[in-house]
């Protein structure tokens, strides 16, 4: 408009239709002491924090170049009002924001930001250090979660103190999460503090990592926080409502989340799933939380123990309802779908404090850093875990929290029992902020498929009706051509039922006689003589057929008459082996005195004693090696 005044209007969540909250942007080629007035047109809230106190987040490079000021609160004349602008679709109107500063020095960059900015490279760099540092890293593992939609890394942390496996087993778990909403970078700051407290040296930390397994995902929606979003990813979707029925592939993030904490359910127990938050119309740092009806003090002693310890939190802000327009959020669908009692969004107001030592500050990195510690430091009082004797002193609000070592479990739930009011449960949980109602914003899930066609197909039962409507819009089916088919005599094909086999061929005359078998058949390579004289094969493997067949009466004379011949062999002449085959007979008792004899499978009697006398083959061989004589009267029987 002028030198002095700047009309400004911010961008909507990457494919949504609104979500305008968070700004951060820089003006350059500054003048010295020039007051100029900045509106931003566009935002949707109703009311904002801007209306009770809040300034605008400043940092100048020129001033923390000098003096290391940092991100500090300025601005004046700030105000948050309907502007008459109506919005396309609907007849709501947006509002601006509207605030001046006076830029102090010439030349200067100076950046204005909605809050405290972590960016993904912060985050990337922290973990780096953490890596690189001998004292924290062996502690520490660092894992990839999922990619993203965009392609990028989502990583969680596993942090707790090496021992054996048997020893691991027995600890119980803990799993924290933030930035699912990319503007809520009070999340950030948050788990940095915790990340820092349970990596630490002092003795508290200690003492949780030997008793703990933390799982640790700081950020939840890295495609949000690079695109500059506020609330969405890239599918243009509120991930913190998408817990019940989350899609691989349009929300990995959530899916991955979600199977990592049910499998770490299984596991051992689980005392608490913390997703840390933003708030945009409340003070003060609280928690939402889940209710059991028979036991209310269940879900609230972990707060109330909070409350006890950091001088930050505030339980009187505390909602406990289950609203079932909320049962798509991380709060309520882990804590349906798992046994674990404590299941929490831990807030955090962008703006400050409106009670105690704090009341009127604007909350700083260094506080929301606390409050990280403060966490930590509850869960040692919930547990009943005694620390060693020298912790380590904390600085800062922490050091004024060091008297938690007198808190006891069982006296914080018996003062819940006394205090009715504290057991409320109210239904105004959370009109706003993190936890809100789903919005308008959203695009609707048409215009989600023209920008993402590969969304996952959800599974949908047919009716009786619908199957009906969908057989009746179906194109006709062609019919398939019938077979010819088989005539089971004569093996024709045929159509038509009319059918007549041909005559059948006339038959043969004289019938055709297989080729007769031949009578014998050598197999085996070994050769033997037999008593005859005649070349035959081994008895004790394969027989010759043709010395199976009977001898004639001359051979059997001659096989009686026949002597045995000299037991003491020629030494210029290789003396055969006497081998005497012998059908349909028994083998006699009187054999069992002679070693030598052997049955068809080639053992003699010194091993093969038990002989089976119904074989009807046998042989006798080598008795002249043997050096015995054969008696006449066993020949005379054979």
Request: hydrophobic share 30%; proline share 7%; with cysteine.
């Amino acid at each position: 408009m002028s030198e002095t005044e700047y009309n400004l209007l911010l961008q909507n969540d990457v494919n949504s239709k609104g979500h305008i909250q968070w700004f951060y942007f820089q003006v350059t080629n500054t003048t010295a002491h020039l007051k100029v007035k900045f509106n931003i047109l566009n935002f949707a809230k109703t009311d904002s924090l801007f209306n009770f106190g809040m300034k605008v987040l400043v940092y100048s490079e020129t001033e923390n170049r000098e003096q290391g000021t940092g991100w500090f609160r300025a601005g004046d004349d700030i105000l948050y009002f309907a502007n008459g602008i109506r919005r396309d679709e609907t007849m709501k109107s947006y509002y601006s924001l509207t605030f001046t500063y006076t830029f102090q020095h010439s030349s200067d960059t100076v950046y204005f930001a909605y809050c405290f900015p972590y960016t993904y490279y912060d985050l990337m760099q922290d973990l780096s250090a953490i890596e690189n540092d001998p004292g924290r890293s062996m502690f520490v593992t660092r894992k990839l979660l999922c990619y993203t939609l965009g392609g990028n890394r989502c990583e969680y942390l596993t942090v707790t103190s090496p021992a054996h496996p048997d020893v691991i087993k027995h600890r119980k778990g803990i799993v924290i999460s933030a930035r699912v909403h990319p503007g809520e970078t009070v999340g950030s700051w948050m788990m940095k503090g915790i990340i820092d407290f349970i990596t630490g040296p002092n003795s508290e930390a200690e003492t949780l990592r030997n008793n703990y397994i933390f799982k640790i995902i700081p950020m939840l929606n890295p495609d949000g926080v690079i695109n500059g979003n506020y609330r969405c990813s890239l599918a243009g979707v509120d991930l913190n409502r998408r817990w019940s029925r989350p899609s691989k592939t349009l929300h990995p993030e959530i899916t991955a989340t979600k199977k990592l904490v049910k499998q770490f359910s299984r596991e051992r127990q689980i005392d608490l799933v913390c997703d840390l938050h933003g708030h945009s119309r409340k003070k003060n740092i609280f928690m939402y939380g889940c209710n059991i009806t028979s036991q209310p003090e269940t879900t609230r002693i972990l707060p109330y123990i909070l409350s006890k310890i950091s001088p930050l939190f505030a339980f009187k802000d505390c909602r406990f309802a289950m609203q079932k327009s909320k049962e798509s959020t991380m709060r309520i669908t882990i804590f349906k779908e798992t046994n674990i009692k404590n299941v929490f969004t831990l807030e955090a107001s962008f703006c400050g404090m409106d009670f105690g030592p704090y009341a009127g500050i604007h909350f700083t990195t260094s506080l929301l850093q606390d409050m990280g510690k403060h966490l930590c430091l509850s869960l040692l009082v919930y547990s009943n875990l005694q620390v060693g004797p020298a912790p380590e002193p904390h600085p800062g609000p922490l050091s004024e929290s060091t008297g938690f070592k007198h808190l006891s479990k069982s006296q914080l739930e018996q003062e819940l029992r006394l205090k009715p009011e504290l057991l409320l449960t109210e239904d105004t949980d959370s009109d706003s902020g993190s936890d809100s109602e789903p919005s308008e914003d959203n695009l609707d899930s048409d215009s989600i498929k023209e920008l993402i066609p590969f969304t996952a197909k959800s599974k949908e039962k047919k009716t009786s009706k619908r199957r009906t409507a969908s057989l009746r819009a179906s194109p006709p089916r062609m019919r398939a051509p019938r077979l010819p088919k088989t005539c089971p005599n004569c093996g024709e094909q045929f159509t038509t039922a009319a059918h007549e086999c041909p005559p059948p061929p006339p038959k043969p005359k004289f019938k055709a006689r297989p080729m007769p078998r031949p009578l014998s058949k050598t197999v085996g390579l070994n050769t033997y003589y037999n008593a005859s004289g005649k070349k035959v094969h081994d008895q004790a493997t394969q027989t010759n057929l043709t010395s199976l067949k009977p001898p004639s009466s001359k051979q059997q004379q001659q096989r009686e008459t026949r002597s045995l011949p000299s037991t003491s062999p020629s030494p210029h002449k290789k003396q055969p082996s006497l081998t005497t085959h012998i059908q349909d007979a028994t083998l006699p008792s009187a054999f069992s005195k002679y070693p030598g004899v052997r049955t068809k499978t080639g053992l003699s009697n010194d091993t093969h004693r038990g002989f089976d006398k119904s074989r009807k083959i046998i042989s006798i061989s080598n008795t002249r090696s043997l050096g015995f004589k054969m008696p006449d009267n066993i020949l005379k029987k054979l």
